[in-house]
T-cell receptor
Framework: DAKTTQPPSMDCAEGRAANLPCNHS???????VYWYRQIHSQGPQYIIH???NNETNEMASLIITEDRKSSTLILPHATLRDTAVYYCIVRGIGGTSYGKLTFGQGTILTVHP | DVKVTQSSRYLVKRTGEKVFLECVQD?????MFWYRQDPGLGLRLIYFSYDVKMKEKGDIPEGYSVSREKKERFSLILESASTNQTSMYLC????????????FGPGTRLLVL
């Protein structure tokens, strides 16, 4: 699976959009971009994933560049409860690994009042 | 909504004790996973199962065993707990579909004294 690079920390004001970047320059054609978050002492929570098109769900939007070498997770109206560690993961589907997830260091997002 | 539950949020055991951690999912997922998460080491896969009574070793299976007698239940067993098994244990499940999103339980924080 491709390696990802994320900033170690970011701040955001409550009510504003939080834009979390992720670089994955070695991504291959059959690899998806996944985003999870983890609030302190809880299990990781799935947010969104995509292959090459932009995606949106009730939690967030995922913007993937045309060359697929980077992506941005957007939380449109951040709240204090969005304070968490956000993980960007690139992984292929299927094969013999049965989808083992590998979390990097992630981005600590702190939402301020 | 997908629901993955784990038998305990916090557990304290003594060295040498046999420890059972249970995970139950209600989405009829074929795949189930056990990970441990430690500061600075990220998420590491212990065992996974892609069907009832089937199991595969992950990256760090030593000192652990698993059991999957029913599709919805995946148990992690520490045969003789040791202090280096103090960790956060996370269970996850997923379909065997084309996009195998993993959904996590809340985690069990195990302390071995």
């Amino acid at each position: 699976d491709a390696k990802t690079t994320q900033p170690p920390s970011m701040d955001c004001a409550e009510g504003r959009a939080a834009n979390l970047p992720c670089n994955h320059s070695t991504i291959s054609g059959n690899e998806y971009v996944y985003w999870y978050r983890q609030i302190h002492s809880q299990g990781p929570q799935y947010i969104i994933h995509g292959l090459k098109n932009n995606e949106t769900n009730e939690m967030a939007s995922l913007i993937i560049t045309e060359d697929r070498k980077s992506s941005t997770l957007i939380l449109p109206h951040a709240t204090l409860r969005d304070t968490a560690v956000y993980y960007c993961i690139v992984r292929g589907i299927g094969g013999t690994s049965y989808g083992k997830l590998t979390f990097g260091q992630g981005t600590i997002l702190t939402v301020h009042p | 909504d997908v629901k993955v539950t784990q038998s305990s949020r916090y557990l304290v055991k003594r060295t040498g004790e046999k420890v059972f951690l249970e995970c139950v999912q209600d989405m009829d997922h074929e795949n189930m996973f056990w990970y441990r998460q430690d500061p600075g080491l990220g998420l590491r896969l212990i065992y996974f199962s892609y069907d009832v009574k089937m199991k595969e070793k992950g990256d760090i299976p030593e000192g652990y065993s698993v059991s999957r007698e029913k599709k919805e239940r995946f148990s992690l067993i520490l045969e003789s707990a040791s202090t280096n098994q103090t960790s956060m244990y996370l269970c996850a499940s997923s379909y065997q579909g084309n996009q195998e999103t993993q959904y996590f339980g809340p985690g069990t924080r195990l302390l071995v004294l």
